[in-house]
């Protein structure tokens, strides 16, 4: 259980992430990069770019990651006789069982 809370808040913190980069980056190629017209930029437009659209695809790749290991360790309500529901499980403290569906007459 402890492990499936682990890569679920990996997984909000990388969509969190990966929805930021995305809005920064401009479809035409403008976004983060054109707001430094500076002459002493640390990096280039086009590095700038670069760096956001490898950003976006490690990020990506990571929450694909992330969504496929979350598959083996979601928690399974496993008892002896197998997997059981939370429901069938309450209806069979209280020794109630399941009334069958019973279709009423046509209209």
Same mark, same amino acid.
């Given at each position: 259980?402890?492990?499936?809370?682990?890569?679920? /808040?990996?997984? &909000?913190?990388?969509?969190?992430?990966?929805?930021?980069?995305?809005? /920064?980056? %401009?479809?035409?190629?403008?976004?983060?990069? #054109?707001? &430094?017209?500076? #002459? %002493?930029? &640390?990096?280039?437009?086009?590095?700038?770019?670069?760096?956001?659209?490898?950003?976006?695809? /490690?990020?990506?790749?990571?929450?694909?990651?992330?969504?496929?290991? #979350?598959?083996?360790?979601?928690?399974?309500?496993?008892?002896?006789?197998?997997?059981?529901?939370?429901?069938?499980?309450?209806?069979?403290?209280?020794?109630?069982?399941?009334?069958?569906?019973?279709?009423?007459?046509?209209?």
């Amino acid at each position: 259980m402890g492990v499936y809370i682990v890569i679920s /808040v990996l997984i &909000f913190i990388v969509c969190v992430l990966l929805v930021l980069v995305v809005l /920064v980056q %401009n479809s035409k190629g403008g976004g983060l990069a #054109s707001n &430094f017209s500076s #002459s %002493n930029q &640390f990096m280039g437009v086009r590095k700038t770019a670069d760096f956001l659209e490898k950003t976006t695809w /490690v990020l990506a790749i990571a929450l694909l990651l992330l969504s496929m290991m #979350s598959i083996f360790v979601i928690p399974r309500g496993t008892t002896k006789g197998g997997v059981n529901s939370e429901l069938k499980q309450q209806m069979d403290d209280n020794g109630t069982k399941p009334v069958p569906f019973t279709p009423g007459p046509k209209k």
